[in-house]
């Protein structure tokens, strides 16, 4: 068996902190207005009047002395005055920004906290366009649009205007408010270089509240680990606490860096991963994986025992139907433990409805090795004529050189498990977010809808781009599984087709029948019919004999 790669689940729990009331300002040098606490409804009389300024003073008449020469005047012809007209026009200043109707920017406000973030995103879009970027609401007005869009579903393009107040930095009272609201999306599909790198991985840490500086701090040092300096990635770990959640998904994060770099790890670097799997500060995803990184070492350390305890320590959701990898790696320990039959009743397991998709070419590898060393050649024979037969397309696309990405089974393979599973989520995200964008094309106005528009299939196109080098890389991997075990099957045809033709020696007996565990009086086993139940797949045995003759010396 050859194990799968460690995935670390980096999930993180998000606090949503609701802001509070001030006046709205525009244009003046106070501060700007912290809105209502959520779910007080501001009222028309709570907002603040729009400042009132005199118009800007119209411009004086350029003075006699400052005017322009006249064409035809000495020196200067008429042509080469016309000449210098377009380069007079380039280096002109550009226009002063022009102050925007404050009323635009209460009423979206009070839209927003009435509960109607439809009708409070494109006017805050539109007053956005208007603004100058130094007026003391703009990156309020930011936050706001982007609360909007995350109300109605759109999530990325909320995250984008989010990442822009934290790079901007514009406003210090709104960037623990777009931190903390940041923290929460990245629970769900999302853009890791947007977020985790260019804002997160890329804060200056000093002015940071303490929750938000130590997920910062994790970010940080999961950058470094990636480049390879641990070095730094444990300056930034270091300054976690340790009653943090992010401390033990550091750890976590620490131990897989180091587990790819040791050819033999030790029973220290175990029995770290085996407390990760007991910190209830992790997730269950996250304690799961360190479970089955135990049980994963100590299956290649051949200490099967072991191995099996970990496995049990993996606690799924009740009638889960659980992981199709972690019922084929259990049945190759038990069949290591020297169990066939308790090996051959996971392997029913894993025929069973829930996992008939999943790319398993070594079930049937050990389906027929199990039934070769009870000596049931003619079923051995079938076990690994079936691994040919299911992925005859796939073995046939890989000697033809074919598109590998192209193929089914190998596709749904790839996207089943780290970054390509991510990657392909996100690029389902996307869709679903541009599709839901249609709905809204009256209510935002031309011009949000255009602009989301863009940011959508510009966003799209980038995803893609990285699913699909993702894409590559794994479906190759899966291609060389897909080889190794069909090779090993061929061997096992070979092996099998002399074992049926080999001469009985004479004064040959067969076997005697190992005794078979009893039943508890506390337990009860039924025939199985073909109908699967999810509180009972870890529970099938396979009663049969083994065929296997003694020779006499």
């Not at 397991?349 to 199990?370: N, V």
């Amino acid at each position: 068996m050859t194990p799968r790669s460690l995935i670390a689940a980096l999930a993180s729990a998000a606090l949503v902190v609701s802001p509070a009331t001030a006046p709205a300002q525009s244009g003046g040098g106070s501060l700007p207005m912290p809105p209502p606490p959520s779910g007080a409804k501001a009222t028309p009389g709570a907002a603040a009047k729009p400042a009132t300024g005199s118009p800007a003073p119209a411009a004086k008449p350029a003075e006699s002395g400052a005017s322009a020469p006249a064409a035809g005047t000495e020196g200067a012809p008429a042509a080469a005055a016309s000449d210098k007209k377009p380069e007079a026009a380039a280096e002109a200043p550009p226009p002063v920004p022009q102050k925007v109707d404050p009323a635009i920017f209460d009423q979206a406000l009070q839209d927003y906290f009435d509960g109607k973030p439809r009708d409070a995103a494109g006017p805050l879009y539109a007053w956005l366009q208007a603004a100058p970027k130094t007026d003391d609401n703009y990156a309020w007005a930011q936050y706001f649009l982007a609360r909007s869009l995350i109300d109605l579903g759109l999530t990325h393009a909320g995250a984008s205007y989010l990442a822009r107040i934290a790079r901007e930095r514009s406003n210090p009272n709104v960037i623990p408010r777009a931190l903390d609201t940041l923290k929460e999306l990245t629970d769900r599909p999302h853009d890791d270089v947007m977020i985790d790198e260019q804002v997160f991985g890329a804060l200056d840490l000093g002015f940071l509240p303490e929750d938000t500086g130590a997920y910062a701090h994790y970010q940080q040092g999961l950058v470094d680990l990636r480049v390879g300096n641990e070095r730094w990635a444990n300056t930034h770990f270091a300054k976690l606490s340790e009653t943090s959640a992010e401390a033990s998904r550091a750890k976590f994060a620490l131990l897989v860096t180091r587990l790819k770099q040791v050819k033999e790890p030790s029973e220290e670097l175990i029995a770290d991963f085996l407390g990760l799997s007991k910190d209830e500060k992790l997730t269950r995803e996250a304690r799961n994986e360190a479970a089955l990184a135990v049980a994963r070492l100590r299956y290649e350390r051949l200490d099967y025992t072991g191995a099996l305890e970990a496995y049990n320590l993996v606690k799924l959701p009740e009638l889960d139907p659980g992981r199709a990898s972690l019922y084929l790696e259990e049945a190759w320990t038990r069949y290591k433990l020297g169990e066939p039959r308790a090996s051959l009743g996971i392997l029913t397991t894993l025929d069973a409805p829930s996992f008939r998709d999943e790319f398993l070419p070594d079930k049937y590898l050990l389906r027929a090795l199990i039934y070769r060393d009870l000596c049931h050649y003619l079923p051995a024979k079938r076990a690994a004529k079936e691994l040919t037969r299911r992925f005859a397309d796939s073995l046939e696309a890989v000697r033809n050189r074919d598109d590998l990405t192209q193929d089914l089974r190998l596709r749904r393979a790839a996207n089943s498990h780290g970054g390509t599973q991510r990657a392909s989520r996100f690029v389902e995200t996307l869709d679903l977010e541009g599709e839901r964008l249609g709905r809204y094309a009256g209510s935002f106005g031309d011009r949000l809808f255009s602009h989301l528009t863009k940011l959508y299939d510009l966003s799209r196109a980038e995803a893609v781009r990285v699913y699909d080098a993702r894409l590559a890389e794994a479906v190759r991997q899966e291609a060389d599984t897909l080889l190794r075990a069909a090779e090993q099957v061929r061997l096992m045809e070979y092996e099998v087709g002399l074992k049926l033709y080999e001469r009985v020696k004479k004064g040959a007996k067969i076997v005697a029948p190992e005794d078979e565990q009893l039943l508890t009086p506390d337990s009860v086993a039924f025939r199985f019919d073909g109908e699967y139940w999810n509180d009972e797949l870890k529970s099938y045995r396979v009663s049969i004999e083994s065929r296997c003759i003694e020779e006499t010396p």
